[in-house]
């Protein structure tokens, strides 16, 4: 019995010294300090490639960005109707002061002219890819006389 608890203690020192040397360094020579090379970093860069299938790229912001102004934006100054839809011509302008020469079909910002009347104009005004009309209508003068 005695030989059987010397036995334990010497296997359980044993246990204990082999991790305890091995954190020392000792037993294990250390590499000189010059053969250690630099280590080569390498970068990698994931390139996405998205086909849209006429869908919204994902990858661009839903907000407005270079765009133009947004269609809430937009003040009416001028209509130049004509019985003809393609010479019907409306002037729009911006908060920024720009004012901009619009035709049926062409696009300012998030909003595009639809049709031109004679005291309004009508856009379709896409606000994250839905889209819905909006109206602009001529400020008629109370106080003018005709």
């Not at 839903?62 to 269609?71: I, K, N, Q, R, V």
């Not at 019907?88 to 302008?93: D, K, T």
């Not at 104009?121 to 839905?130: P, Q």
């Amino acid at each position: 019995m005695r030989m059987s608890v010397m036995a334990a203690a010497v296997l359980a020192a044993a246990l204990y010294a082999a991790p305890a040397a091995a954190q020392n360094g000792a037993g294990a020579a250390a590499p000189p300090a010059d053969s250690l090379a630099e280590p080569r970093l390498v970068f990698d860069r994931e390139v996405f490639s998205y086909s849209s299938g006429g869908r919204r790229d994902p990858f661009k912001p839903l907000t407005a960005s270079d765009d133009g102004p947004l269609f809430d934006e937009l003040t009416l100054r001028m209509i130049i109707f004509s019985q003809d839809p393609r010479e019907s011509l409306v002037l729009v302008q911006d908060v920024a002061g720009k004012v901009h020469r619009l035709r049926r079909g062409e696009r300012v910002g998030n909003a595009t002219v639809v049709d031109i009347g004679r005291s309004r104009v009508l856009f379709s005004v896409n606000e994250f890819g839905v889209y819905r009309q909006g109206v602009l209508e001529l400020k008629t003068n109370q106080g003018a006389s005709r």
